[in-house]
Nanobody, 122 residues
Framework: QVQLVESGGGLVQAGGSLRLSCAAS????????MGWFRQAPGKEREFVAA????????AYADSVKGRFTISRDNAKNTGYLQMNSLKPEDTAMYYC???????????????WGQGTQVTVSS
């Protein structure tokens, strides 16, 4: 079992930055891939970024490429999403998720956090 807790969300002006954290419990996190997803009101959950177990491979949605950076610190059992140059369309609830092999597909993930709200004002 893995439990995930996101933090770091908040209200920021367009062009600003936030860093989200995803703290994991359980010994398997260091062997698992991790993904970040987001869901805006009235919209489906969408892929944001994913990283493999050791941070050696990453993937991003086109909408965030060049602005967001996913990373992890397995010694701290924590994953991160650094978000720069934020836009109002980035406003959403952000979720981290983990599974043995990283994926861009939400329905393949086994464990999810409760989410952290990011609101970007124009």
């Amino acid at each position: 079992q893995v439990q995930l807790v996101e933090s770091g969300g908040g209200l920021v002006q367009a062009g600003g930055s936030l860093r989200l954290s995803c703290a994991a419990s359980g010994r398997t996190f260091g062997n698992y891939g991790m993904g970040w997803f987001r869901q805006a009101p009235g919209k489906e959950r969408e892929f944001v970024a994913a990283i493999n177990w050791n941070g050696g491979a990453t993937a991003y949605a086109d909408s965030v490429k060049g602005r967001f950076t996913i990373s992890r610190d397995n010694a701290k059992n924590t994953g991160y999403l650094q978000m720069n140059s934020l836009k109002p369309e980035d406003t959403a609830m952000y979720y981290c998720a983990t599974r043995p092999r990283w994926s861009a597909y939400a329905n393949r993930y086994d464990y999810w956090g409760q989410g952290t709200q990011v609101t970007v004002s124009s």
